[in-house]
């Protein structure tokens, strides 16, 4: 099955699903909303009643010679209820709207906070999996069609249900068989109306939201890719992928609209329809002395209000079928119960490095990727002691990264379980885990803020003086004065405007505000020059005194000082020791990897390795 094909089974979200949905976010503003439509059935209530006040002005006129008294009076009488009720009605409608603004800006507030609450705590996984631009592209939609949604809806059909019972009821009384006639014709027309939007305009819409995601998300990717396509001058390679996804797009929009006007038009023939069925009838009501001339002014305006809301009913049934295709994903998200998620009854994690002689503990851990199903890890045990300097090796694919993912727990462990400090993290908030634990990437990701924000956020109350002191530890600060704006020097998407030394020593900063008791450095030096190494490599030794610090080594000549090293192989820990142990080991696969390195050779094992791995791990991303 297709990742298309995938999505599009994901995405099957059910009435009830959206009756949920939807009840979730007007609940908390009810009563707002309630009024609104109160306010605005009231309103509406009215329009049923202008056709009898119409006819009455034609009746009397028709009745009395011109002016005659009782006529003028009786005219008169008439035309000041026409004007009242008309008054009423325009107020009401005002009051309404300034009620349903409030309501529908409250849920549009709350829906779009939401979603990025519960997109940003899904797991790694499936933020590995899932284009960024369509995620942000499907909160926002989801957003605007909720409020095409309720406007339709409460706004919409709910005031043209209201007319039509109100009309049927008034033709009822005065021209029972006009009544029956018009009644015949709406319950045709509403049929048809809903046939056509959720079997024929539905599935179109769906396809176009679809193409409509896809474009955002190529967007993005192109976009933030843009300094790799400079480099390899492939902006027309990219403009000719765009040009497909968009033309994919301009097909099926193109198509559903279409179909859409095709359906208005159905619908605007059956309305002439109507309005001549009405008219006739009446005329043959008259011909048959049971109807007057005031009769036939009746007949018509109530036909050009019914004609009205009739002809929007099939705007708003499509506009309906629409909003709820395009609700789709964020409904989805609102549904999604991710795997890495808080357990019930989750503690706060408590570390005091000083009541235990173990830090971190692998007791019997295995684990295997959701997308693979493929164990990396077997039965996998380790204690690492508190304060103690561990550094891991091996080949690409090995398992390094996935230990360090597993300690912040982006994902949970298969089997077994992890503990700092005694306590099982799977039992702990992610929050005051992730806390306890200091990460510098190899590739850092700045947020475009200023460079005082980004350093800051690793202790977000920290003031001036600390976000100071942190950048001069990590040899930040120098290069920072030297900028226009100093901290307040805003560094683009991701960081972009700043070299890669320069942001990994914004990001070493960060660890050191952070001040976690477990550390982890994934090559932390490997973006910088010589000179700016040696520094930052004295800065992290005074940084990790006292910490418990795992590093993710590439380079072996960066990690002699570790207290231990551990060797991975295929998920497996084959080796461990300081430098000094496995370098004398006869048979060592870490001297054998130290010394190709030595000689600015690629060991065999590590490309082979590899190979080895790249294609199922591309494969699950596909």
Same mark, same amino acid.
């Given at each position: ?14 009435w ?13 503003n %009810?009563?707002?909303g ?22 009455? /002005?034609v009746?009397?006129?028709?009745? +009395?010679?011109p ?5 003028? %009076? ?15 009605? &325009? ?6 709207? $300034? $009620? ?41 939609r989801?957003?605007w069609?909720?409020?095409? $949604?309720?406007?339709?809806? *409460? ?17 009822? =009384? ?19 109306s ?5 079997? /024929? ?10 193409a ?5 998300? #190529?967007?993005?990717?192109?976009? #933030? ?17 765009? *040009? ?24 605007s *023939? ?39 809301? @009739?002809?929007?009913?099939?705007m708003?049934? !499509? ?8 609700m789709?994903?964020?409904?989805? $998200? ?40 493929? +164990?990396?890890?077997?039965?996998? !045990? @380790? ?17 390094? !990264? ?5 300690? &912040?727990?982006l ?5 077994? &379980?992890?503990r ?18 200091a ?19 690793g ?6 003086e ?20 100093? +901290? ?6 991701r960081?972009?405007?700043l ?18 008791p ?5 090559e ?34 960066? =990690? ?13 820990i084959?080796?461990?020791?300081d ?14 990897? +130290? ?25 699950a991303?596909?």
């Open positions: 099955m297709t990742d298309t094909e995938n999505e599009k089974k994901e995405r099957q979200v059910s009830k699903e959206v009756w949920r949905f939807s009840w979730h976010y007007w609940r908390p %009810r009563w707002t309630a009024a609104a439509a109160v306010l605005m059935l009231t309103a509406v209530s009215m329009d049923a009643i202008f056709p009898v006040y119409t006819g009455k /002005i009746e009397v006129l028709s009745k +009395y010679e002016g005659n008294t009782q006529g003028l %009076r009786e005219a008169w009488a008439a035309f000041a209820a026409f004007v009242l009720i008309a008054l009423a009605n &325009q107020v009401l409608r005002i009051g309404s709207m $300034f $009620f349903w603004n409030l309501f529908a800006v409250r849920n549009l507030h709350a829906i779009v906070t939401d979603g990025l609450h519960k997109v940003q705590r899904f797991s790694s996984d499936w933020h590995a999996n899932t284009f960024a631009g369509g995620t942000v592209r499907k909160i926002t989801g957003m069609a909720m409020d095409t $949604f309720e406007d339709t809806l *409460l706004m919409g059909l709910l005031p043209a249900a209201t007319i039509m019972i109100g009309v049927l009821v008034m033709l009822a =009384i005065k021209l029972p068989a006009v009544g029956l006639v018009v009644g015949g014709m709406i319950a045709v027309y509403c049929a048809f809903i046939y056509v939007s959720v079997k /024929i305009l539905a599935p179109r819409f769906i396809e176009s939201a679809d409509d995601t896809k474009v955002g998300a #190529t967007l993005a990717d192109i976009i #933030t890719g843009n300094p790799t396509v400079k480099s390899f001058g492939a902006e027309k390679r990219e403009d000719a992928i765009f *040009l497909g996804v968009v033309d994919n797009w301009k097909r099926k929009s193109f198509r559903a609209w279409q179909t859409g006007v095709t359906a208005d038009a159905g619908r *023939l059956f309305r002439v329809l109507m309005m001549a069925a009405m008219i006739g009838t009446t005329i043959v009501l008259w011909k048959a002395a049971k109807a007057t001339p005031g009769d036939i002014a009746v007949v018509i305006a109530t036909f050009m209000i019914l004609g009205g809301y @009739l002809r929007d009913i099939g708003h049934i !499509s506009h309906l079928q629409r909003s709820v295709s395009d789709e994903d964020v409904i989805v $998200f609102w549904l999604r119960k991710d795997d890495v998620a808080d357990a019930e009854g989750a503690i706060p994690l408590a570390v005091k490095p000083a009541r235990r002689r173990d830090m971190i503990a692998f007791d019997k851990v295995g684990f295997k990727y959701p997308s693979t199903g493929k +164990y990396i890890y077997e039965d996998m !045990s @380790l204690d690492i002691a508190s304060g103690e300097k561990l550094a891991l090796v091996g080949p690409s694919g090995s398992g390094k !990264s996935t230990f360090v993912k597993l300690i &912040q727990r994902y949970n462990v298969t089997d077994g &379980q992890i700092i400090d005694g306590q099982d993290i799977a039992k702990v908030t992610m929050e005051s885990l992730r806390k306890q634990v990460l510098v990437p190899q590739d850092p990701i700045l947020f475009h803020r200023s460079l005082a924000d980004n350093i800051r956020y202790c977000p109350e920290a003031t001036m600390q976000v100071v002191a942190a950048a001069k530890k990590a040899y930040a600060h120098d290069f920072i004065e030297t900028l226009p704006k100093g +901290y307040d020097t805003l560094v683009g998407e960081g972009v405007k070299s890669g030394g320069e942001r990994q020593r914004v990001a070493i900063a960060r660890a050191i505000l952070a001040d976690a477990v550390l982890i450095l994934d932390a030096t490997s973006s910088l020059d010589s000179i700016s190494e040696h520094y930052i490599q004295m800065a992290l030794q005074e940084l990790m005194k006292g910490r418990t610090t795992i590093t993710i080594a590439h380079r072996l000549s960066t =990690i002699q000082k570790a207290d231990r090293i551990l060797v991975f192989d295929k998920g497996a084959i080796e461990q020791g430098h000094a142990s496995l370098m004398a080991r006869p048979g060592s696969r870490y001297k054998a990897l +130290y010394d190709m390195q030595a000689l600015e050779l690629v060991p065999d094992l590590e490309l082979e390795e590899e190979k080895r791995e790249e294609k199922p791990r591309i494969a991303v596909e």
